[in-house]
């Protein structure tokens, strides 16, 4: 399993939210390209990055600091959600470095457009499935649908995507703790690969998900996080050596 530093970009500044909402946002670095190089320093192989800006605005914000951090880091992993929804910033970003795109707003209300682009990018498309109470949320989690996750996520398996990153908003950005029995059953589900996201606080949920065994292929093999990270109540060196005594 992965342990994923997430940075959240807004106005070209490193922030988090909570629950998403923009009036409750903390400002953690002025400069997100060196606090990838942070991350980097600190072990991490792979990045989540979110342009705010982009996923408000429905259209990339932020692309510039994304393409440089990836010219900066190429042997990282980039995974990028937030404003993607065409073919045609999809390819911007893949020309600039980034690895994964992960679509969001514009899964939930266009489920064909998943399919089209996993034709398009093979092995480039992940979905983002942001989740309250086990409906899918949009447009930057300002609405909340009375879609169930696991219905599109069945549909969405089926189109090719490499994998889901599932978040519960209810958790995101409050360091209570992740909603593990919600992803593990998302996770048992389906048979691609799984990123856990929101709420994640120190070791002891780094712990509990790796003693989750998957009963279908795929699993969870990631886990994102932000704030806890950036609050020091996790430390990145200490929950990547976890995940791999685990695999031993």
Not at 237 to 247: D, K
């Amino acid at each position: 399993m992965e342990i994923i530093p997430a940075i959240d970009l807004k106005d070209g500044k490193v922030v988090n939210l909570r629950q998403g909402r923009f009036s409750e946002s903390t400002v953690y670095s002025d400069d997100p390209v060196q606090m990838a190089a942070h991350w980097v320093s600190q072990g991490a192989t792979r990045l989540h990055l979110v342009d705010l800006d982009g996923a408000v605005q429905g259209r990339p914000a932020n692309k510039q600091v994304i393409a440089d951090i990836a010219c900066n880091h190429p042997q990282l992993t980039l995974q990028l959600g937030g404003g993607i929804r065409s073919g045609k910033i999809i390819q911007e970003y893949l020309s600039a470095g980034v690895d994964y795109l992960v679509l969001g707003t514009k899964a939930v209300e266009e489920p064909e457009f998943v399919g089209a682009m996993c034709r398009q990018f093979p092995g480039h498309i992940w979905v983002g499935l942001d989740a309250l109470h086990g409906k899918l949320a949009k447009n930057a989690w300002r609405d909340v649908t009375d879609i169930d996750v696991r219905a599109l996520a069945f549909i969405f398996q089926s189109d090719g995507i490499e994998g889901i990153i599932y978040t519960d908003i209810g958790k995101d950005g409050m360091m209570d703790g992740l909603n593990i029995r919600a992803t593990q059953d998302l996770a048992n589900s389906v048979s691609v690969p799984i990123i856990a996201s929101g709420g994640v606080t120190d070791i002891r949920d780094i712990q509990l998900l790796l003693a989750e065994k998957p009963v279908v292929d795929g699993g969870i093999t990631g886990v994102i996080t932000g704030r806890a990270l950036y609050e020091g109540t996790l430390d990145l060196s200490e929950a990547m050596a976890a995940c791999s005594a685990a695999q031993k």
